[in-house]
């Protein structure tokens, strides 16, 4: 017996959808049920459609919502959680809230650019995947998975120095640009010798981790009594260390046995002596370190408070974005990360100077409701949001979005 939902679907409701919905079109793990467009004619109807609406997901926060019903809770827990009392966390959702838009007119947007140049490197659209770590903890595939997600997608995947696949495997899956991100460890030469084996596989930049002498207070995971669990690895660090286990300092320590709080400006100057791709320095959250960043010799910075997981009560990036980008005057490239949900998050943050942004939760999301699939929708979805806001907004290109798109 047909539900009544599956009558509104079959019966061309869901088409309608499909003409007048922009190509977002559903990935292979969602079946094509949605019937936005569709003139509700009864509340039968409207109950079916909500039901369809609800059951599927097809916006970010959806994901997150799903991802909590379906991945393990201590892996939901670690990566959504924040440090602390989590107030940045909230924080960096709320300011980008707040920002309103002032849109334009009879611009034509009947065609859109939304290319970047970072480097050398022309992205098709200004978002990438920020470096998380243990992808396998939602997926058995884990980084490869991401990987041919990201590639699917035409986004470039920053692989993460805490992942559970080595980066040479990650590459192999790769069919799009891959970034890696590293620490600078106590072991320098393991460090180098790790930087050149992501050079070698053909990693085009690297983001070091700045902002991490220690880790973040993470009450979550305390609570939820997160560690690696055994079947998992820290891939790339074999040969460093017992590769399982927790990172986590031990009790009455703040140190972690890999992290080295150590770290002064001198080491950018080593780390720039041999590596051979552009480095990003990660985590830039005063001027006047991103002043120190430029002089250091940095190719250029990510604004970012590691998705509120470090300090916590640092103000969200938004709010220090335009700060930086007026000491920085254009002289390096200004990524940004932290709280971007919306394409119009990442139309505000381009607004406010930043020449791309990172997106970290929500692909890990994707990634737990739908494998690679659900990775390359996701950035699908946020990609056609960020196109609607420039279509909407009167911005057809990424060069016109500038400081007038903010309603002052
Ligand atoms: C991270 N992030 C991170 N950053 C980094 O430099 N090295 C790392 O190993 C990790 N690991 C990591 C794990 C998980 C589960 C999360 C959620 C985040 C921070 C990440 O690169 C990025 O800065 C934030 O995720 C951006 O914020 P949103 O988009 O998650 O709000
Ligand atoms: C985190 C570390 C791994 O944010 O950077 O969980």
């Known amino acids: 017996m047909p539900t009544r939902r599956d009558v509104l679907i079959s019966s061309g409701s869901a088409l309608v959808g499909a003409t007048l919905l922009p190509g977002t079109a559903p990935a292979s793990e969602i079946k094509p049920k949605r019937a936005s467009g569709h ?206 286990g927790n990172l986590r300092p031990p009790e009455g320590d703040i140190y972690t046995p890999i992290l080295d709080a150590s770290l002064t400006w001198k080491e950018i100057e080593w780390l720039r002596s041999f590596a051979r791709v552009p480095v990003l320095l990660k985590g830039v959250l005063n001027p006047d370190d991103a002043e120190l960043a430029i002089k250091s010799g940095a190719s250029g910075i990510i604004v970012s408070n590691h998705g509120a997981r470090n300090l916590d009560t640092v103000p969200p990036t938004i709010d220090i974005l335009p700060e930086v980008v007026d000491k920085v005057a254009g002289r390096i490239p200004i990524l940004c990360d932290s709280g971007i949900r919306r394409g119009t998050d990442v139309l505000k943050a381009l607004a406010l100077g930043a020449n791309a942004v990172l997106i970290g939760r929500p692909y890990l999301y994707g990634l737990a409701v739908g494998g690679d699939a659900g990775v390359t929708r996701v950035i699908n979805i946020i990609k056609n949001e960020f196109k609607v806001a420039m279509a909407l907004s009167g911005r057809p290109t990424t060069a016109s979005i500038d400081g007038s798109v903010i309603w002052k």
């Open 39 to 244: 003139t509700v004619a009864t509340s039968e109807d409207a109950e079916a459609l909500s039901a369809a609406v609800d059951s599927e997901p097809v916006c970010l926060s959806d994901y997150e919502a799903l991802a909590r019903e379906r991945a393990p809770k201590m892996a939901f827990e670690y990566i959504s959680g924040g440090a602390a009392d989590e107030i940045t966390l909230k924080w960096n959702r709320e300011s980008y809230d707040k920002l309103r838009l002032q849109p334009r007119i009879f611009v034509d947007v009947s065609k859109l650019d939304t290319r970047v140049k970072l480097f050398d490197q022309e992205l098709p659209f200004p978002i990438l995947l920020a470096p998380t770590a243990y992808h396998r903890l939602v997926h058995p595939e884990g980084e490869i998975a991401t990987a041919r997600g990201a590639g699917a997608a035409g986004a470039t995947m920053v692989a993460g120095m805490l992942a559970t696949v080595p980066v040479e495997d990650i590459a192999k899956a790769a069919t799009g640009p891959l970034w890696f991100q590293t620490y600078i460890l106590k072991d320098r030469a393991f460090t180098r010798d790790l930087i050149q084996r992501a050079e070698g596989v053909g990693c085009k930049a690297l983001c070091i981790t700045s902002d991490s002498p220690v880790v973040g207070v993470r009450n979550r995971d305390a609570r939820a009594n997160f560690s690696l669990p055994p079947n998992l690895e820290r891939a790339n660090l074999r040969g460093l260390m017992r590769t399982g």
